[in-house]
């Protein structure tokens, strides 16, 4: 089955503790992204991927970071958690960017404490 | 499940009656649409796409309608069944690796 998988689901953490949130498809899609969902806001793009090793910043990358060493992962990091972090998170793909339908990841609810 | 959005517009529709959402979006340079339904609990789920050389688009149940001039969109929903409660809301891109979103409508269906 085609899809767009992310780990964990659910996350509650605390200040500071670096964590990492997983995302995986197995469409062999050029193009992934991370997107936060929070309310009345929509979602915003925080990071993107062209391609393996071609990342760029979204609308609201500040403290996050992320990597595409192979093409089908696209792992977001945060060095550094802080409360205004706590969303949730989505991790699209599709097989370029621009003009093409975007498949979504079930969404990963994390709270920072 | 998961609640995606505490202050969203809602639209309550009758079950079997025709939906009409509506997006106005914000760079007239946007030259690629889409609309996502969003489940509770659920990841988006791309409905229907427009090209912004199109005005009108027909999918299975649904018509996308663009209006460049007032940079408005519309999503209309035929016959609309409990299944379609969800969040609706759009999207845009001018062809690059960035996307726009809107903050989307609730669609109620009542039985």
């Known amino acids: 089955e085609a899809q767009v998988t992310q780990n964990p689901r659910y996350l509650i953490t605390v200040t500071g503790k670096k964590l990492t949130v997983t995302c995986s498809q197995n469409?062999?899609?050029?193009?992934m992204s991370w997107y936060r969902q929070d309310p009345g806001l929509g979602l915003r793009q925080i990071y993107y991927?062209?391609?393996?090793?071609?990342?760029d910043k979204g609308d609201v990358p500040e403290g996050y970071k992320v990597s595409r060493k192979e093409k089908r992962n696209f792992p977001l990091i945060l060095e550094s958690p802080s409360p205004n972090q706590t969303s949730l998170y989505f991790c699209?793909?599709?097989?370029?960017?621009?003009?093409?339908?975007?498949?979504f990841g079930p969404g990963t609810r994390l709270t920072v404490l | 499940g998961e609640n995606v959005g505490l202050h969203l517009p809602t639209l309550s529709v009758q079950e079997g009656d025709n939906s009409i959402i509506n997006c106005a979006y914000s760079n007239s340079a946007s030259d690629y649409f889409i609309w996502y339904k969003q489940e509770s609990g659920k990841g988006p789920q791309f409905i229907i796409d427009?090209?912004?050389?199109?005005d009108k688009r027909q999918g299975q149940r649904v018509t996308v309608l663009l209006n460049k001039t007032v940079k408005h969109l519309s999503l209309q929903i035929a016959a609309t069944q409990p299944g379609d409660s969800a969040v609706y809301f759009c999207?845009?891109?001018?062809?690059?690796?960035?996307?726009?979103f809107g903050t989307g409508t609730r669609l109620k269906v009542l039985a």
């Open positions: 469409m062999n899609h050029e193009y």
């Open positions: 999207a845009e891109n001018k062809g690059t690796y960035k996307y726009i």
């Open positions: 699209a793909s599709s097989l370029a960017g621009g003009n093409n339908e975007q498949f």
């Open positions: 427009i090209r912004s050389n199109m």
């Open positions: 991927s062209m391609n393996v090793e071609v990342t």
